[in-house]
């Protein structure tokens, strides 16, 4: 398949292996921001082909992982009501929110199903304005979650319902947005990161201006790059080949995706329903212009004030260190949770939930126990 197989070549793969390697001569540390890009490395065995100098951590950006509990709680309260139809990607549905000593049951949207909610899986906000429009005497919800990448589609869905005069739908809206994550990141006093490979999907949708202040600030070379095994292996190579010649730039690897201003409509529609706001991030706390919220004109259209949940919070569990795995700072199976406690089947933490998950990938590729 045109743009899959290429990107999967063996030996396109080990010519770039080589060529890591005779490029790194001292340590370094890289962070792959995206959870989808996780999960391409550790399916493939990405991290096998590097040298020793070279490390790769996990970032934040898995939508579902750093989706704060308290948020999670939310949309159980509002399921539950007899009157709503909730809908989500599926991915949501298991993630747990009560995730206490281990010993407790947890909740999660599936569990609302299963005991009468009408909570339904869609597969575009698109598909839940269209629930709304045929059911008026219901209130149906849509779960906006995700980065950039998601963001437009979701604008677009509370604009149609404004323009049609749709008033029985709502947004739960949990967006966070990347560059704040990484400079928080790159600030904190335990940064490892010494250079990134930036999400091409998110770059897509928003280009990559926004990250050329943050290399030069933070000294760091970013790399937009995709999400198949010699992408990230060319993106690895246009990083360490950066590092080792002191420059810090943003190079673009994803060029057939990705343009420097990237989609222009999309940020048009994202800029007229949604505005920056502070956001909660799971593990990490609360960062800075690091999120979405509706406009003040689409405010009738956000569900955490239809349903007077906003001000509901809540503590994160101590067990799941999910805040340091999504900051790079710990491996999955260095959580003592991993495998043991904390499975796909049982999670207590949504990185162990999601198709992005760090958790999740290592548990599903390499069955690494806590013990190992
Ligand atoms: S394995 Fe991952 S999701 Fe599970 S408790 Fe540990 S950090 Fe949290």
């Known amino acids: 398949m045109k743009f899959i197989d290429e990107y999967r070549d063996r030996q396109a793969a080990e010519q770039f292996s080589r060529a890591i390697a ?33 490390t790769l951590v996990h970032g934040p950006g898995c939508p579902v992982c750093v989706t704060p509990v308290e948020l999670i709680e939310k949309a ?6 007899p009157e709503v139809i909730f809908c989500s990607f599926g991915d949501m549905l298991r993630v747990p929110a009560h995730v206490g000593d281990g010993h407790e049951t947890p909740m999660d949207l599936l569990s609302v199903k299963a005991q009468g909610g009408d909570v339904r899986i869609v597969y575009s906000p698109l598909d839940a304005v269209q629930i709304a429009r045929k059911n008026p005497a219901r209130q149906v919800v849509f779960f906006a979650v995700g980065f950039e990448t998601t963001a437009p589609a979701n604008a677009m869905a509370v604009f149609q319902a404004y323009q049609q005069g749709i008033s029985n739908f709502s947004l739960l809206v949990s967006h966070v947005l990347v560059p704040p994550a990484m400079e928080a990141i790159l600030s904190s006093p335990d940064n490892r990161v010494q250079g ?22 933070y000294h760091v070379p970013i790399v937009v790059t995709g999400f198949e ?14 590092l080792e010649e002191g420059r810090a730039a943003v190079e673009n690897q994803y060029a057939r995706s990705v343009r420097r201003a990237g989609n222009r409509a999309a940020q048009q529609i994202i800029q007229e329903v949604f505005r920056v706001i502070p956001r909660k991030w799971r593990g990490v706390g609360e960062i800075p212009r690091s999120g979405l919220g509706l406009q ?6 956000d569900a955490e004030v239809r349903f007077g949940v906003a001000e509901h919070t809540t503590e994160e569990s ?19 949770a991993f495998g043991a406690h904390c499975t796909p089947e049982r999670p207590l933490g949504a990185p162990m939930v999601s198709s992005e998950g760090a958790c999740a990938a290592y548990y599903r590729y390499r069955r690494l126990s806590c013990r190992d």
């Not at 159980?76 to 009501?81: F, P, W």
């Not at 949708?205 to 990250?211: A, D, K, L, P, R």
């Open 318 to 336: 101590s067990e799941c260190i999910a805040g340091l795995v999504l900051r790079g700072i710990r491996k999955p199976h260095e959580c003592l």
């Open 196 to 217: 990134f490979l930036a999400a091409g999907h998110v770059c897509t949708v928003m280009g990559y201006t926004e990250y050329e202040p943050i290399a030069e600030k």
């Open 76 to 81: 159980i309260e509002i399921a539950s009501r």
């Open 229 to 242: 095994p010699v992408d990230i292996l060319q993106g690895i190579f246009l990083c360490v080949k950066q």
């Open 22 to 54: 005779a490029t790194a001569k001292r340590s370094w540390t890289l962070m792959e921001v995206c959870g989808g890009q996780t999960h391409s490395i550790v399916k493939f065995g990405v991290d096998e082909l590097l040298p020793k100098e070279v």
């Open 296 to 301: 003040e004109k689409y405010r009738e259209y």
